[in-house]
């Protein structure tokens, strides 16, 4: 898997969180660079933990899928992708804000694990890689969900909610695309 892919795994993997933190912006009066950092810190470190427990799931039971690897990546990342797209249209998933202004720690917890439940099967997806270093691969994932959401916090807190069902959309896209990628590499077509 190259650098590229891992990237592409990543943004894709990280709109959920950039939507969250889009949301978590809109409810700052003013822009808090700690807050912004602890927000990502709690993305960017799920989106690198869930990675390496599913991949850890998958090479546990790769004796029992090893020759339907290809079909598992293709339909989990194609269902994950599709559900995210049908989600930015459905539903305004956001996080009530703190009249305050602080952080609630509990919350941004549940938010980091129910926006990183997508990347634990794509770590299982993973583990179908024979050369794969999955520390590499999440640590890669980790700083790209950074990055994107210190990013996610700001531009809410700068533009508003206009970005965020684009962001879940365009993350969406991605992974289908990848996991067509992952199908017509295991059937031999690329």
């Not at 592409?8 to 660079?33: E, R």
């Not at 459905?90 to 549940?110: K, Q």
């Not at 996610?152 to 069902?165: A, E, S």
Request: with cysteine; net charge positive; aromatic share 14%.
């Amino acid at each position: 898997m190259t650098f590229t892919e891992i990237v592409l795994f990543g943004v894709g993997l990280a709109m959920d969180a950039f939507a969250v933190s889009v949301c978590k912006g809109l409810c700052m009066k003013k822009i808090n660079y700690l807050h912004c950092f602890i927000i990502a810190l709690f993305f960017g470190g799920f989106q690198a933990i869930m990675p390496f427990a599913g991949f850890w799931l998958g090479k546990t039971f790769e004796s029992c899928i090893t020759g339907v690897d290809h079909w598992v990546a293709f339909i989990l990342l194609v269902y994950i992708g599709a559900k995210m797209v049908r989600e930015a249209f459905e539903s305004e998933t956001g996080s009530a804000c703190d009249i305050m202004g602080r952080l609630n720690i509990r919350e941004l917890f549940v938010l980091a694990i129910a926006t990183s439940i997508d990347a634990l099967a794509v770590g299982i997806t993973f583990s179908f890689y024979k050369d794969t270093n999955i520390y590499k691969n999440i640590t890669i994932i980790g700083v790209v969900t950074f990055v994107i959401s210190f990013a996610g916090v700001v531009i809410g807190n700068r533009f508003g909610n206009r970005y965020k069902q684009k962001a879940e959309v365009a993350g969406g896209i991605i992974l289908v695309l990848l996991g067509f990628k992952i199908l017509f590499e295991g059937v031999g077509l690329i």
